[in-house]
């Protein structure tokens, strides 16, 4: 998923320019960029003297700052909490003028996983559907005893519970992303 990597990339990268500036003050604390500057106090330096001389605005704009960054990491928050991309109700299509079918998409994942899981060699079976009601994918993650035949089962759960989920939905080129572990 895009939005995995992207956390990813960003955790990675404020993790880095954390250690990185960590090793470089313990490096300026033993003496590694000359031992007057090992002595120096935090703010004995130019940049300290600056915001001193101009504190009225420099302090305003610090503030500013730090209130757009807790803005984009709130939102960043938000996205990661509320934004699933799980799709909403999923319409069946029907032959028939006689209705509407709407099928829940728990009550989907729920029968799929029930009958995954009651397959020899599962241990565990989780899914989830995600994309647009009307155009849904389903993204299946299932974890096989050590002593499973991968393959075997592979071609039991697309032979049996990919074709039952597809059929039921009347949809024969229904996306599945299977995860099998």
Same mark, same amino acid.
């Given at each position: ?62 503030? =500013? *700052? ?5 803005? $984009? #990491? ?6 990661? &909490?509320?934004? !699933?991309?799980? %799709? ?32 020899? =060699? *599962? ?5 989830? $559907? #995600? ?6 994918? &389903?993204?299946? !993650?299932?974890? %096989? ?37």
């Amino acid at each position: 998923m895009r939005a995995d990597r992207t956390n990813r990339f960003a955790l990675t990268l404020l993790g880095v320019l954390l250690l990185l500036s960590g090793a470089a003050a313990m490096a300026a604390s033993a003496g590694a960029f000359g031992a007057a500057f090992s002595r120096r106090t935090l703010f004995a330096n130019r940049v300290g003297g600056y915001v001193g001389q101009h504190g009225s605005w420099v302090w305003q704009a610090a503030a =500013g *700052v730090g209130l757009i960054l807790a803005l $984009v #990491v709130l939102r960043w928050l938000a996205a990661l &909490l509320i934004g !699933t991309g799980r %799709a909403g109700d999923i319409i069946v299509p029907d032959g028939d003028d006689q209705g509407t079918t709407i099928l829940r998409p728990a009550a989907l994942t729920s029968a799929l996983t029930r009958e995954i899981s009651s397959y020899h =060699g *599962v241990e565990a079976a989780k899914g989830r $559907v #995600v994309g647009d009601g009307g155009n849904p994918e &389903l993204v299946l !993650t299932v974890t %096989a005893a050590a002593s499973a035949d991968l393959n075997a089962l592979h071609q039991r759960i697309e032979a049996e519970a990919i074709a039952h989920a597809r059929q039921a939905l009347g949809l024969p080129s229904l996306p599945v992303r299977l995860d099998l572990a």
